[in-house]
């Protein structure tokens, strides 16, 4: 089955700074999903990119789909506080599996 | 729409017990996955249902496990015997197609002691 994998697991952030992490798969994805989950809480959908090189923004988070649809990234730019969770990563296709998360750390 | 309702929020069992944990998906969403959560191996699927059909339980962990969905507003997963090391926050969520967004439960919290 597709198995994606991410980097980095954790990231510690300072407040205001960029971040970028990454999801990669051995095998051709047919889109992929982008979930956060606040510290105790459940997985919340953000955002699917179905399309080679397709780029989406949502306010100041990127998602970019790579051009042979193996991998994907999520770049957030200015972190703040409201950030602060874990990002994961899913392949759909029926199955719908995830990479280990992004832990996400902010300092203020 | 209520979302996704999962119960119990939280169960603490001993050893060698019995466990259901029940999901209602969303009214229309013709999927349903079961996941398991921890620390050291994530966010692991479980089993996905299609119209009430079970159609991948290859994450299913051992025979100990198994989920039913007798029809479409309704699915268990029942542990038994239960043992210390399926301690986890098990969620469960639909979607109405394979290739949309997936919508997640509050989650049960199962302590095994």
């Known amino acids: 089955g597709q198995q994606v994998m991410q980097i980095p697991q954790y990231q510690h952030v300072q407040e205001g700074e960029d971040f970028t992490t990454y999801c990669n798969s051995s095998?051709?994805?047919?889109?992929i999903q982008w979930y956060k989950q606040r510290p105790g809480g459940h997985p919340v959908f953000l955002i699917q990119l179905v399309k080679s090189g397709e780029v989406k923004k949502q306010k100041r988070l990127t998602f970019q789909f790579g051009e042979a649809k193996k991998n994907s990234s999520l770049h957030i730019t200015a972190t703040q506080t409201t950030d602060v969770g874990t990002y994961f990563c899913g392949a759909a296709g029926n199955k719908l599996t995830f990479g280990g998360g992004t832990r996400v750390l902010v300092k203020p | 729409d209520a979302g996704v309702i999962q119960s119990p929020r939280h169960e603490v069992t001993e050893m060698g017990q019995e466990v259901t944990l029940r999901c209602k998906p969303i009214?229309?969403?013709?999927?349903l996955f079961w996941y398991r959560q921890t620390m050291m191996r994530g966010l692991e699927l479980l089993i996905y249902?299609?119209?009430?059909?079970?159609?991948?339980d290859s994450g299913m962990p051992e025979d100990r496990f198994s989920a039913k969905m007798p029809n479409a507003s309704f699915s268990t997963l029942k542990i038994q015997p239960s043992e210390p090391r399926d301690s986890a926050v098990y969620f469960c969520a639909s979607a109405k197609t394979g290739n949309t967004e997936a919508f997640f439960g509050q989650g049960t919290r199962l302590t095994v002691v």
């Open positions: 095998t051709t994805l047919s889109n």
């Open positions: 009214s229309g969403h013709d999927y």
């Open positions: 249902f299609n119209n009430n059909v079970p159609i991948d």
